[in-house]
């Protein structure tokens, strides 16, 4: 065995070290260029540009050569800009921006969510109200700055994905390059000497690496392969999802619509904008985007826990309903739980809160009922301590036969404690033993003015509060069954024994909102496609040597340094030296001047 130092030249003149250094460094030129090539397009990433200097050039003087210097700088710049627009790092700085902008939107009460927390926000902070309002911060996701870099944003990702999906489907068609002159200078190599003929080792190559699913094809004297295309396919997928997400969360902002509903057990709701408590809607948004459809609240049923630490958790809550869609459709039962909405076309209908609607009557002095209604209170505990207002707006005179009207305030407790037992609250939220108090008002209840009032709430500055001959309030704990009467013949306010159950129901319309998951999975998908895949190449090549034998090259070269290159050359080595195995007499020098001592494949695999 012998080898031939081709290293180093001599040189007569006593220059022969320094022509030695040059032919080194020449051929190690050469041989980085040819590493370069064979690694090409191993990604579709595109490539950094520096800061340039002038895009003008030289200037030539009058006013053409002027106009020409200023547009080759304007485009220059220009270029030069998207470049950078386009590039990853300004996409991730900008979803970073994103991320970050977004914050202030759920630290900060939103306008558009609950304009009456905005302003009680402006109110108790005199300084920083009147500064987030000039910075939109009461408005985030509409505001100025955040669809700046919303739009930037997608304009980055378009335009850093089309050309890279161009460029990677020219790949795919396209061909792996042949293999470098010098396969021992890539990271994974092995070699070995076989009686085989060079074409029958290159057929053996070719079929096991097709058989490993690489792309593979033989180019001259070698077999080029090439495995690793989902990994560049999984970047893409990530951003091409980041924009649908991009684009469905910015239509579903613009289209949106979301409304409250409180219903009482017997009424019914029409999904129009008038039949709403509270209604709030996207940008874009029109009425003609509601969804026909109407329901009923037939009976909401809610049972909990007697005992143990969970004592008073629903473990039934439900509203039973019955719906139909569109002006003339056919009634429809179903039952609405919490998180299990009902979904009519793009609308779906939470079941979001439940109270009691106790049943009062309410007459004059002479006996005629003027007011008889279920009054929905609001819960103010877990177990549903409640309150709310009795307006009585029409038809009731007084005793002296003046018009008036009535007010009652309002507090409920499905299951009291009992008199003396501390203060007035609910022990469970289930109806066990129901008591309503009321104390009552008469007047005017300020509705007449044309101002919006909470339903909830009792406007007494224009009424006043009853009271008996002895100057006291006329208030009252009352059982179902039981009547208040108002003093001075004032007339009287029933509990009825029918206490009723109301559900809240909120109903949302958010388009795009399926498109948002869809590219959410997508994303989590094409991002572990390209961290966990490896893009690399393999290179098998056959040549005969100056004895007559064949001498077996394999190496491969990744994207990224990766201990499985290694391994993965290895084995396919291993399985390639099966049909085409080492010749027993390994002592014949290698034709390569340069090239590694004959090694076992997985050896030399590992070796490097």
């Given at each position: ?7 180093r030249t ?46 003008g ?17 304007v ?24 991320s ?10 939103q ?75 890539l990271?994974?190599y ?19 690496l ?7 094809h ?20 990530f ?15 613009l ?13 019914g ?12 809607s ?6 003609d ?12 049923t809610?049972t909990?826990?007697r005992?143990?630490p ?10 039973a309903?019955t ?12 039952v609405v ?23 009062v ?49 309002a ?6 404690a ?41 406007e ?33 306010i ?24 869809a ?33 077996v ?21 291993a ?15 290698p ?18």
């Amino acid at each position: 065995m012998s080898t031939t130092d081709t290293g180093r030249t001599t040189d007569p003149g006593g220059a022969g070290e320094p022509a030695g250094q040059d032919a080194r460094a020449s051929q190690e030129a050469r041989d980085a260029r040819e590493i370069g090539e064979a690694g090409s397009q191993l990604s579709t990433a595109p490539v950094e540009t520096a800061m340039p200097g002038s895009f003008g050039g030289a200037r030539t003087p009058g006013a053409t050569g002027w106009i020409a210097w200023t547009a080759r700088e304007v485009i220059g710049w220009a270029r030069w800009f998207w470049r950078q627009l386009t590039s990853m790092r300004v996409a991730l700085i900008l979803l970073f921006l994103l991320s970050l902008g977004a914050i202030p939107g759920s630290l900060i009460p939103q306008s558009n969510q609950d304009a009456a927390k905005v302003q009680e926000f402006k109110a108790a902070h005199s300084l920083l109200g009147p500064l987030y309002d000039r910075l939109g911060l009461f408005h985030v996701y509409s505001s100025v700055w955040f669809s700046a870099i919303y739009i930037l944003l997608f304009i980055s990702l378009i335009g850093c994905i089309v050309p890279r999906t161009w460029q990677f489907v020219g790949q795919l068609r396209g061909r792996p390059p042949g293999a470098p002159k010098r396969l021992s200078r890539l990271p994974a190599y092995a070699t070995w000497r076989t009686e085989a003929e060079p074409e029958q080792v290159r057929e053996i190559a070719l079929k096991v690496l097709k058989q490993r699913r690489f792309r593979a094809h033989i180019e001259k004297d070698a077999v080029a392969a090439e495995k690793g295309y989902l990994r560049e396919t999984g970047n893409l997928l990530f951003h091409i999802a980041l924009i649908v997400m991009l684009v469905a969360f910015a239509w579903g902002q613009l289209f949106k619509s979301e409304g409250n509903k409180l219903i009482v057990e017997g009424d019914g709701f029409s999904n129009t904008l008038l039949s709403y408590d509270d209604f709030k809607s996207g940008n874009l948004f029109s009425t003609d985007d509601l969804t026909p459809f109407s329901f009923n609240l037939k009976e909401f049923t809610g049972t909990y826990e007697r005992t143990g630490p969970n004592k008073g958790t629903p473990r039934t809550y439900q509203a039973a309903v019955t719906y139909s869609v569109g002006a003339y459709g056919k009634d429809r039962k179903t039952v609405v739980k919490v998180n299990e909405p009902l979904v009519i076309g793009d609308s779906k209908v939470y079941l979001t809160a439940h109270g009691y609607a106790p049943v009062v009557t309410v007459r004059d002095g002479k006996g005629n009922v003027v007011y008889h209604d279920a009054v929905p209170l609001l819960p103010l505990d877990s177990n549903v301590t409640s309150q709310g207002a009795i307006k009585v707006m029409d038809g009731y005179k007084n005793a002296q036969g003046t018009t008036e009207q009535l007010g009652f305030s309002a507090f409920f407790v499905p299951t009291f404690a009992g008199a003396g037992k501390g203060d007035m609250f609910s022990q469970f939220p289930s109806l066990d033993y129901p008591v309503l108090a009321l104390s009552g008002f008469h007047g005017s209840l300020g509705v007449d003015a044309g101002l919006p009032q909470n339903v909830y709430q009792l406007e007494t500055s224009h009424m006043k509060q009853f009271k008996d001959a002895k100057g006291a309030i006329v208030k009252s704990r009352l059982l179902p069954g039981e009547t208040m009467k108002l003093p001075d013949g004032a007339g009287s306010i029933t509990f009825d024994k029918d206490i009723k159950e109301w559900a809240n129901f909120q109903v949302t319309q958010q388009p795009g909102s399926d498109w948002a998951l869809a590219g959410a999975f997508t994303a989590i998908f094409g991002l572990a496609g390209s961290l966990f895949i490896q893009r690399r190449r393999v290179w098998v090549r056959a040549t005969t040597g100056a004895d007559g034998v064949t001498v077996v090259e394999m190496a491969g070269l990744g994207r990224s340094e990766s201990a499985k290159l290694p391994e993965e050359l290895g084995d396919l080595a291993a399985l390639v030296h099966e049909q085409a195995p080492t010749k027993p007499d390994e002592d014949a020098a290698p034709t390569d001047a340069d090239a590694e001592p004959p090694v076992s494949a997985a050896e030399g695999a590992e070796k490097q």
